[in-house]
T-cell receptor
């Protein structure tokens, strides 16, 4: 079946640094969503992308829908301690009737 | 606006017992999803409802899992009998409807099967 490859698997960064992560797929996607999950909680939607090449920001977060429609990127600028968590990409393949596929997540650890 | 509600938050059962989870989606959301999230992995869709009809249950282990959304609002997911490998977080999500792909998740139910 289709798979999303999310990388890196984990990141250890210092407060104030920028963070970049990405997701790639072998198939074309119509939509990319980025979520953050804190321990013991459900994923929280951060950014939604709907068009190839689209670049969208939400505060210090910026995400891009790759022009090939097979990848997406998330950047966090000037990281702060509350950025700690697991970030998931989720993609919607064509003709999937809303059936999102999730990456395995990128765990971000921020040290002071 | 109230988010997706789930209960219980935690459940510990022995294998071969049964368990049920409840979900109340965001008001007005027609589409409801149940996901299973195993530790260290992303959520995996179990079943998708559009109002009270099933859209996709291709990944639901139907020999032991069942779900219903009788009135098109809240939903229950049941496991009977449970196996050790069912230990996971069960997440409920909802979206406005077909063609609206932004899904909003509840806090999840952490199930431990011993």
């Amino acid at each position: 079946g289709q798979q999303l490859n999310q990388s890196p698997q984990s990141m250890f960064i210092q407060e104030g640094e920028d963070v970049s992560m990405n997701c790639t797929s072998s198939s074309i996607f119509n939509t990319w969503l980025w979520y953050k999950q804190d321990p013991g909680e459900g994923p929280v939607l951060l950014i939604a992308l709907y068009k190839a090449g689209e670049l969208t920001s939400n505060g210090r977060l910026t995400a891009q829908f790759g022009i090939t429609r097979k990848d997406s990127f998330l950047n966090i600028s000037a990281s702060i301690p509350s950025d700690v968590g697991i970030y998931f990409c989720a993609g919607l393949p064509t003709d999937s009737w809303g059936k999102l596929q999730f990456g395995a997540g990128t765990q971000v650890v921020v040290t002071p | 606006e109230a988010g997706v509600a789930q209960s219980p938050r935690y459940k510990i059962i022995e294998k071969r017992q049964s368990v049920a989870f409840w979900c109340n989606p965001i008001s007005g959301h027609a589409t409801l999803y149940w996901y299973q999230q195993i530790l260290g992995q992303g959520p995996k869709l179990l079943i998708q409802f559009q109002n009270n009809g099933v859209v996709d249950d291709s990944q639901l282990p139907k020999d032991r899992f069942s779900a219903e959304r009788l009135k098109g609002v809240d939903s229950t997911l049941k496991i009977q009998p449970a196996k050790l490998e069912d230990s996971a977080v069960y997440l409920c999500a909802s979206s406005f409807g077909q063609g609206f792909y932004e899904q909003y998740f509840g806090p999840g139910t952490r199930l431990t099967v011993t």
